[in-house]
């Protein structure tokens, strides 16, 4: 029986009375009970396993200190999803369900630790997809009553601001608080002011769709693949920029819009003959499309990188964090480090998108602020920051 399996039975016989890990029963350490390692004052030496299910990533990493990546292992379900152009909720939880297990066992194996080493569990229990995240709450919790570990629940939008501490140095060091936070995916697009570990002030938000949601709505319009964005990246590429859409400002306001600039590419779609697809030959229409593409990925990245360093300013941020997919796009993490006149750190690609690592670093925070275990925890897919 693998790892995670063979804890799981035996979380299902504690709940069942047939057996117990104190007394003996459990091997993990002697005397067994919670961790021997004092989170408060964020003590050196802590290992986190970080479970993250909110979407389509099953994904399982092991941190030290909230900052050293011991293991970061990602499942992704695009092929699963493509052929729907988006991610189908009861598709997302079932592959979660036949995956778990296994990058579980496959993280632990990657950072060289055995179970009696891992001092926390942690989760993210919100928001996204309801029954994508009962899955993974559910594993964490079978995983944490077995081992008797605290339980961390993670918000999944600050687990994104905290995958900026899994860089070289921790943004609280470098640069200090108050931090601006650009969190950018398929489901937020979301301004925040983080004035400490656990402090934030929600600043703007999009009014209607979420900038990587709008991405994969413009690659369908274009016929493109699934995820959008990545997509629209690739076929941007020389684009001649003569081609030009709108932005939303929505004057007065932090606030995004993305809904019209869609709307608008549809048109210009429509109006050139290459939506619905098959009016125009083929290499007309290849050169549409790039040129389409890059006026769609220069508009969303234009007003993000704008509002973004506004609300920086206003509100007096010594830096700038960018966290989400979307981040991953290299026109935005080009053009905003440019334009700033402040540090600006944004994870490496692989941290932008879902993954463990984000969950367990932001864990260690809230251990080291006190935060208890809590078996009571229930999954919030519309669970907010600030």
Known sequence: MGGFNRTFHYSVMIAEGKFSCKGGGCQRRAGCGLSAVSFGGYTVGVK?????????????????DGRKLLSNVISSQVAIHRPY???????????HVVTIGAI?????EDAGVGWEEVDAVSVTHGPGLAGALVVGVNAAKALALTLELPLVGVNHLEGHVYAAWLEEEPPDRVVGFPLLCLIASGGHTDLVLM????EYRLLGRTRDDAAGEAFDKAARVLGLGFPGGPEIQR??????GEEKLPRAWIRGTLDFSFSGLKTALLHRAQAAGIYPPGGLEEEETEELVRELAGAFQDSVVDVLTTKTLKAASDYGARGVILGGGVTANRLLRERIRAKAELPVMIPAPILCTDNGAMVAACAYYQLGRGAEGDFSLEVDPSLGLG
Do not use: F, K, N, Y
């Open 48 to 64: 986190i396993l970080g479970i993250e299910t909110s979407c389509d990533e099953t994904a399982v990493a092991v941190v030290e």
């Open 85 to 95: 152009g988006g991610v189908v909720p009861e598709l997302a939880s079932r592959q």
């Open 104 to 108: 579980v066992d496959q993280s632990l």
């Open 195 to 198: 004035s400490g570990h656990g």
């Open 235 to 240: 076929i941007s590429e020389g684009a001649s």
